[in-house]
């Protein structure tokens, strides 16, 4: 029995979703989260959302799942970055972020990390609002470890080069995933990578819902908000 599943991916305008129905690909785009959602599910319940977007986020110092996917991202390292504490997220602005998260965690925030603050906390209380008699999962995904699994190891070249563009769109059709055409609004208002990096958060999202995908680190971690902390491949 197939289910139907959904790789989700932030974009400057909003998000971009790539839906995996059986042998059927398709694309969507949404404001926010919750429109994505709402658009996806138009033609048919979702079984399991794979986000590339921190999930679960630490009072104090650093989560598991991040510095495990560091690890092993190799050459990719850099597209990882360490989820600031909820605090800091919660600045008015970057320095505020990096004192607060200097003291709860040792460590500072990251420009990359502070720029997505918005979609983080979007996507924290979305999930947080969910209706658990829906029976929907909602999963972290992290789109560079999906490309290595795939792959069998890390990609050399860059999501945003003309070669990595073309080994991962490569990778994704070989797992059944062709991403060909328009794409509708999603073509429109999403750049190439990001709607390669949904087609990759489905990829593990099937996975999830086969009950074949990794899980880092092994067991969920658990911090005040409730949430399982995991980066899911």
């Not at 600031?84 to 460590?107: F, I, Q, S």
């Not at 990390?113 to 992290?142: F, M, N, P, S």
């Not at 073309?166 to 750049?191: F, K, Q, Y």
Request: proline share 3%.
């Amino acid at each position: 029995m197939t289910v139907r599943v959904l790789g989700a991916d932030a974009c400057k305008r909003g998000w971009v979703g790539i839906v995996l129905d059986g042998d059927r690909v398709e694309a969507y785009f949404g404001a926010t989260i919750a429109d994505l959602m709402a658009a996806a599910e138009a033609a048919g319940a979702v079984a399991v959302v794979g986000i590339d977007i921190p999930i679960g986020l630490p009072d104090k110092g650093s989560r598991a799942a991040d510095r495990q996917a560091w690890a092993e991202a190799g050459v990719r390292r850099a597209s990882v970055f360490m989820t600031p504490v909820r605090n800091a997220l919660l600045a008015a602005d970057h320095a505020g972020a990096v004192r607060l998260n200097r003291v709860e965690a040792g460590m500072g925030v990251s420009a990359q990390a502070y720029g997505l603050r918005t979609k983080i906390l979007e996507v924290d209380g979305w999930v947080r609002g969910q209706d658990h008699r829906v029976g929907r999962r909602v999963v972290e995904v992290h789109p560079e470890l999906s490309f290595a699994m795939m792959a069998g190891a890390p990609l050399r070249a860059g999501k945003t080069s003309w070669a990595g563009t073309e080994s991962r769109r490569a990778l994704l059709a070989d797992a059944g995933i062709t991403l060909v055409g328009d794409l509708g609004a999603a073509g429109r208002m999403a750049r190439v990578d990001d709607v390669l990096d949904a087609g990759a958060a489905a990829w593990s999202a099937r996975r999830v819902a086969a009950g074949a995908a990794r899980c880092l680190p092994a067991e969920p971690e658990f911090f005040e908000d409730g949430l399982p902390a995991a980066i899911w491949t």
